[in-house]
């Protein structure tokens, strides 16, 4: 049961956002074997971990004033804080040691993707760009997976345009998810693209955004049957929260079809990895 409650209290169900980037990353780069797929996936699933406890330590009071976070594990009591400081650890831990078995390079930058993670929930606290230094977290994964192949930094210009495209497409749908904490936002000073500029102008923002996303895929892919399932989902992310955006409608525009959306890029990236063979 307290396993269960531990792996609530990261949502390790988000992790299906960073881990078909970072496997992406890997495709695109080469081959990749089951040993380095193995790594990503521990290395991702670590990191993924420390970022979402550590998340949540630095945010624990702002949440506790929050009607809509106030369930959450930290303010509601469910662990402590010892705990939650144990499970980011431990994430750290795993990450690191995943970094050093992939290869050289991937331990050398290993810090980079950590201290990202750890600086984005102050970001909030002064400015709206902390949309997309999200988007710069996640967009981190395909370098990341480019790495744990190639052993270099010596990047693609493929592979960073794909990256790029990251940043857009996870700052999108965090405007939208923002929206539910518009007002409470505006209350205590805290920033978002909603509190700043309205709940319309928040909206085509983050249509704006997903545009960005989806010019920089078709300069990647440069091709349009294989992004016409991940443009038919970004029109249905909208279509749901045109009027309204309650919790329901939020939670399945932000994380069912962006998993999706996640999962179908991996999907075009990996027809384009079998057409090379």
């Not at 049961?1 to 169900?13: C, D, N, P, Q, S």
């Not at 080469?30 to 330590?57: H, S, V």
């Not at 010019?215 to 349009?224: D, G, H, T």
Request: a positive charge; charged letters at 15%; hydrophobic letters at 55%.
């Amino acid at each position: 049961m307290k396993l269960k409650t531990y792996l609530e209290f990261v949502k390790i169900e988000h992790t299906l956002f960073a881990l078909p980037f970072a496997y992406a990353g890997a495709l695109i780069a080469g081959n990749i074997d089951f040993r380095t797929a193995f790594l990503i996936f521990t290395a991702f699933t670590g990191l993924r971990t420390f970022a979402m406890a550590f998340n949540r330590i630095i945010d624990r009071e702002i949440d506790a004033l929050n009607p809509r976070t106030a369930k959450r594990h930290l303010p509601a009591g469910k662990i402590s804080l010892g705990e939650a400081y144990k499970i980011a650890f431990a994430g750290l831990a795993i990450y690191l040691i995943s970094a050093f078995l992939i290869n050289f390079t991937a331990l050398l930058f290993s810090p980079i993707p950590a201290i990202v993670a750890y600086v984005y929930p102050y970001l909030k606290r002064f400015t709206c760009l902390s949309h997309y230094f999200l988007g710069l977290n996640l967009a981190l994964a395909p370098l990341g997976g480019w790495i744990a192949v190639m052993d270099s930094v010596n990047f693609s210009t493929e592979i960073l345009i794909f990256s790029i495209s990251v940043i857009f497409w996870v700052a999108g749908f965090d405007i939208i998810y923002a929206l539910q904490d518009l007002e409470f936002d505006r209350r205590y000073r805290l920033h978002s693209i909603g509190a700043h500029f309205g709940e319309r102008s928040a909206k085509w923002v983050s249509r704006f955004n997903h545009l960005i996303f989806f010019f920089f895929l078709f300069l990647f892919f440069k091709n349009p049957i294989l992004l016409f399932p991940v443009a038919f989902l970004l029109f249905l992310e909208h279509y749901i929260i045109r009027k309204d955006y309650n919790e329901q409608k939020v939670q399945i525009s932000f994380f069912y079809i962006n998993a999706i959306i996640s999962s179908s890029v991996l999907i075009s990236v990996l027809v384009l990895y079998i057409q090379k063979f």
